[in-house]
């Protein structure tokens, strides 16, 4: 079974450019989260979907950040403009419906904003 | 006060000790508890998963949770080389999807 997959793996631009990450979550997986993860610090949740539905964007800066899950599959998160401290890496997860717990993660985005 | 509390280190053992890693939580709403591993550049990996109190064991490894007491701990047994990671505490709410609060996790470091 193909894990998630996410690109770019690395990012670096100049604060107040725009920045877009893409993640291909496993097969047949309904739920999808974005999760931010700074330095030394555990993920936080950006948003979660259900299918192509939001569930939960309470953390998610929404006057810089957006995010998209058309078609129920893949998912976009972007950052306009990109600020000094969205340097983080940013990590995908996914999860199957119905009763099984765990939430798998892609390898992440590195971004570096200068 | 943070929702869950985990002590960053870093923790340097030589290979064959036993690790203890903890984590306090605040809320008790918590259920769920689990342990992820994180390898440099890659993302989080699930080891333990616990629901109720008390202890689980798989293979080398123990998770303890305590609810009374807010408090859940991860042991590794025989330590080894390839046990060098970051290890994150996460819980969650309730078993029907909800994002997981992670600890800031603690870093492993096994040398032979």
């Known amino acids: 079974e193909a894990g998630v997959a996410q690109s770019p793996r690395y990012k670096i631009i100049e604060k107040r450019q725009s920045v877009a990450f893409w993640c291909n979550p496993i097969s047949g997986h309904a739920t999808l989260y974005w999760y931010q993860q700074i330095l030394g610090q555990g993920p936080k949740l950006l948003i979660q979907f259900q299918n192509n539905g939001v569930v939960d964007d309470s953390q998610l800066p929404k006057d810089r950040f957006s995010a998209e899950r058309l078609k129920g599959v893949d998912s976009t998160l972007k950052i306009q403009p990109a600020k000094l401290e969205d340097s983080a890496v940013y990590l995908c997860a996914s999860r199957s419906q119905g009763g099984h717990y765990e939430q798998y993660f892609g390898p992440g985005t590195r971004l570096t904003v200068t | 006060q943070k929702e869950v509390e985990q002590d960053p280190g870093p923790l340097s053992v030589p290979e064959g000790a036993i690790v203890s890693l903890n984590c306090t939580y605040s809320?008790?709403?918590?259920?769920?508890f689990m342990w992820y591993r994180q390898y440099s550049r890659k993302g989080p990996e699930l080891l333990m998963y616990t629901y109720s109190s008390g202890n689980k064991e798989d293979g080398r490894f123990t998770a303890q949770v305590d609810k009374s007491s807010k408090y859940i701990s991860l042991f590794i047994r025989d330590s080894q080389p390839s046990d060098s990671a970051t290890y994150l505490c996460?819980?969650?709410?309730?078993?029907?999807?909800?994002?997981?609060?992670f600890g800031k996790g603690t870093t492993l470091s096994v040398s032979s």
């Open positions: 809320n008790s709403a918590f259920q769920y």
């Open positions: 996460a819980m969650s709410y309730n078993q029907a999807g909800t994002a997981l609060i």
